[in-house]
């Protein structure tokens, strides 16, 4: 017991048992201020953060250890108000050495006070955290980096997209245009003059008739290709009445009610995002027929902002939601039209929110930003005279 008091006695001085702590404490530099600013004490950790021995600090303003440009805005003076009044500074900022050269460091500075609570001085806490500054600008330029390398690579995907779909657009009037020209007008032709030959008796005449109904039929068919591979009303009227001719397709061929809300100020789109959209609506249209088990549906489209809102909805059985997750899931529901759909209008800028439960039904709504239409110097299609421009009856196909 008596070797326990004596070891006590070592330290019931309260001056020599905070010179010990400071002692002790080598990673961090911690010296007291006095009133005046000036550096009153100074551990051995301060002498191994900041290089300066006791003897050079003591008595110095504690400006030697801030940058010029600190010093130029006064913020050691602003460090010690802080401390006064909120009780503490927290801060980090680059530090000076003895040899001149520059750390990142974590600072704390605490008001001492007496018995009757007045300021007699300050203490300042500085840790060395350079390595971790060091380690999180690394990170952080290998995170912009990253993201620019993703921002460029998603920017040649847009722009690989808008070639391919100014490629699509070429073709399908190509092929439309060699429809009309050739095909078409040679079954017109053929019709024309069998419409001349005289038959010899009963048999020839249910021949020719035969034949006259057979090129009608082809002749229908391929007005019928050719509105669907150049939607004349598309470019013509703008994308609200396209999408009401494609309900009354819809109707001919499917018995599929389609109900269409629309506002008049979606007439002036771009060619190539009225076509997007179209050619997005017809496809979740085509699931409506293939997977719902209705027979009605409808179609809202309508300027958010500076945003198109498209709302594709029915009734029908709907879907569990995971099944839509990847392109080749829920093929029975129709899991690879709306992926192909999704796809097409992320590339564009715009996004797709799905909302579907067995029984409950499905609403795809389908938003595009207004300055979506990277094709619009796609030249626009004229209408094909005798051909293109008849009523048709054709079947959406599903792209």
Not at 206 to 235: C, N, Q, S, W
Request: net charge negative; glycine share 8%.
């Amino acid at each position: 017991m008596s070797e326990n008091l004596r070891e006590n006695t070592h330290i019931r001085d309260h001056g020599q048992l905070y010179r010990l702590v400071l002692r002790s404490l080598q990673e961090y530099a911690v010296f007291t201020i006095d009133l005046n600013m000036r550096i009153a004490t100074w551990n051995p950790g301060a002498r191994a953060v900041f290089g300066y021995n006791e003897d050079e600090v003591i008595g110095q303003s504690t400006k030697i250890i801030f940058t010029p440009e600190d010093r130029q805005t006064e913020e050691p003076l602003k460090e010690i108000q802080t401390a006064l009044d909120t009780g503490r500074a927290n801060d980090e900022r680059w530090h000076v050495r003895k040899d001149g050269s520059l750390f990142w460091a974590e600072g704390i500075v605490n008001p001492l006070r007496n018995d009757e609570g007045e300021a007699i001085g300050y203490v300042k806490i500085v840790r060395d955290l350079t390595e971790r500054k060091e380690a999180h600008d690394q990170l952080r330029q290998l995170n912009e980096t990253l993201e620019q390398r993703v921002a460029e690579r998603t920017e040649q995907v847009r722009q690989m997209a808008t070639r391919l779909s100014e490629v699509e657009h070429r073709e399908r009037r190509k092929i439309a245009d060699d429809l009309h020209d050739h095909l078409a007008q040679l079954l017109v032709s053929c019709r024309m003059k069998l419409s001349l030959v005289e038959p010899a008796d009963d048999a020839s005449r249910e021949m020719r008739t035969e034949v006259d109904r057979a090129l009608g039929e082809a002749m229908k068919y391929v007005r019928t290709l050719i509105a669907e591979l150049r939607p004349t009303v598309l470019h013509e009227q703008g994308l609200p009445a396209a999408i009401g001719w494609l309900a009354q397709r819809m109707q001919e061929r499917f018995r599929l009610s389609v109900k269409v809300e629309s506002e008049d100020d979606l007439k002036s789109l771009s060619g190539n995002l009225s076509t997007v959209l179209f050619n997005a609506v017809r496809e979740l249209l085509m699931n409506v027929v293939k997977h719902s088990q209705v027979k009605e549906a409808e179609v809202s489209l309508r300027r958010r902002g500076d945003e198109i809102e498209v709302i594709v909805a029915d009734q029908g059985v709907g879907f569990r939601m995971e099944e839509n997750r990847s392109p080749g899931a829920a093929t029975d529901t129709g899991g690879y039209g709306l992926f192909s759909v999704r796809e097409r209008i992320r590339l564009i800028g715009g996004r797709i929110d799905v909302e579907s439960a067995p029984g409950e039904g499905s609403q795809i709504t389908l938003t595009v930003p207004m300055n979506a239409g990277a094709f619009e110097h796609v030249a626009k299609s004229t209408t094909i005279e005798g051909v293109g421009d008849r009523e048709g009856d054709g079947e959406p196909e599903s792209q």
